[in-house]
């Protein structure tokens, strides 16, 4: 006799449970897209932060390597320089011609060395290294060319007045203080370059961080919120079996 109304109680309560498995099945489906976001978004995230490693490393060897090129720019100015003074006050002391080959083979390599000095600084640099030092080198060579001439026609006397004079003095001091402050910008320009890309490189990794989070955010609100809605219909099934 007791099994009729329990019977009739389940049959009663059977119309609600329908609703509860769509609340279980929306569930699922819910928390299987915030499990495909999350690993989505972890995908997404890694693939952009090794873009980001490899787009600053390769700048920063690119900055690395102008540093190394602006130093041994340096370096080649200063030593085509003193082959230049060494051939023509060798020739002023000896008269032979050899030195004066040798001058003009040598040549070349400081009108190289102040053109790639002037490609590889900044605008601003460079300008301010195109006005100090090829302005003294030009004078140097202009003098060291008079000295040469002077030897060319027998008179050495006046080629060693030519390059041991103040002017000639003054143009060398020139063109080394020149090259020291080149090198010491460009150096500063590369590293205040270095500091930015590790700024940028900062500001994208939190970006990154923070697109995340949001997403995760997002993603745990839809799922807390399909779960309250599956446990409101169990409820409601339960309290009508």
Known sequence: MTSQPIKASTEAAAPSLPGGRAAIDATLRTARQAIGLALGSVAV????????????LESHQRAAQRVSTAEQMASTLLLADE?????????????????????????????????????LAPSAVALRY??????????MVSLETSALEAIAVGAPGVARQILDGDRY?????????????FTNRTLEAVRAEQAALRQRADLLLA?????????????????????????EALVDAQSRI
């Not at 995230?45 to 600053?56: D, I, N, P, Q």
């Not at 023509?88 to 040798?102: D, N, P, S, V």
């Not at 001058?103 to 190289?112: F, I, R, S």
Request: no cysteine; aromatic share 6%.
């Open 169 to 181: 003095r003054q143009d060398k001091a020139r063109l080394n203080e020149g090259t020291l402050e």
């Open 45 to 56: 995230v890694l693939t952009l932060v090794a873009v980001e490693r490899t787009w600053f």
């Open 207 to 231: 970006a990154l961080l923070a697109a995340v989070l949001g997403v995760g955010f997002v993603a745990w609100k839809r799922l807390i919120g399909s779960l309250g809605r599956s446990r």
């Open 83 to 119: 082959r230049l003074t060494m051939s023509a006050q060798m020739a002023a002391a000896t008269g032979e011609e050899r030195w004066i080959a040798r001058y003009h083979t040598h040549l070349p390599e400081v009108e190289a060395a102040l053109a790639s000095g002037e490609a």
């Open 130 to 139: 195109h006005e100090q030092t090829r302005a003294a080198s030009e004078s």
